[in-house]
């Protein structure tokens, strides 16, 4: 089956250590995403990628960095410049980035779960 | 800037109590509006898209309607297994992200 991978579905983190999620999919999608879900607050965009070895700044991009080195992985790693990391992490893809004059519906992973402590 | 704000956070029903949840979005042009399930510990799940003004879509027990201000999912004669969280997100015409809203918390008791 189709789909997005995401692991490890919990992660622990002391302070000061950098941490990398993983996330692949076999959906041969080009776009892929990275999003941070907060208790009771919506989905917000950390980085995207619209074609392999290209990404863009989300809207809280800030002690985050990825790479795009195949179409099928898009890991995030949490630095140690990231002050508050505890969060249920979302990897998303879709067909392309860029709308061609449809809307983007997004196909997302299962989470991972970071806990600094 | 895009905003969207779901109402109530929380809403607590008895199995077949029918209610509705609420989706209001401020979009410079709207290409999409998007409603997710999201089951604790999971990622969302895509449910709907709506694209214009009086558009409505139903899948089960589901029906999501669209004015120019808001969105509603209707949820008739709920039971258990539609408890979880709902999303709503909108996709402005001029850009491909997506502004998500807070959620809506759904607990349906038997």
């Known amino acids: 089956d189709g789909g997005i991978t995401q692991s490890p579905k919990y992660l622990f983190r002391k302070e000061g250590q950098n941490v990398t999620l993983s996330c692949e999919q076999n959906?041969?999608?080009?776009?892929m995403y990275w999003y941070r879900q907060d208790p009771g607050q919506g989905l917000r965009l950390i980085y995207y990628?619209?074609?392999?070895?290209?990404?863009q700044k989300g809207d809280i991009a800030e002690g985050y960095s990825v790479s795009r080195e195949k179409k099928e992985s898009f890991p995030l790693t949490v630095t140690s410049a990231q002050k508050n990391p505890t969060a249920f992490y979302l990897c998303a893809s879709n067909p392309s980035g860029r709308a061609l004059g449809g809307a983007n519906v997004l196909t997302f992973g299962a989470g991972s779960r970071l806990t600094v402590l | 800037e895009d905003q969207v704000t779901q109402s109530p956070e929380a809403l607590r029903l008895q199995e077949g109590e029918s209610s509705s949840l609420n989706c209001s979005y401020t979009v410079s042009g709207l290409r999409g509006l998007f409603w997710y399930r999201q089951d604790p510990g999971k990622g969302p799940e895509f449910l709907f898209t709506l694209y214009s003004a009086g558009e409505e879509k139903e899948k089960e027990r589901l029906k999501a309607t669209l004015t120019k201000k808001e969105s509603f999912l209707h949820i008739t004669a709920p039971k258990p297994e539609d408890s979880a969280t709902y999303l709503c997100a909108v996709q402005a015409s001029a850009g491909n992200m997506l502004t998500f809203g807070g959620g809506t918390r759904l607990m349906v008791k038997p």
């Open positions: 990628s619209q074609i392999v070895n290209d990404f």
């Open positions: 959906l041969n999608h080009d776009a």
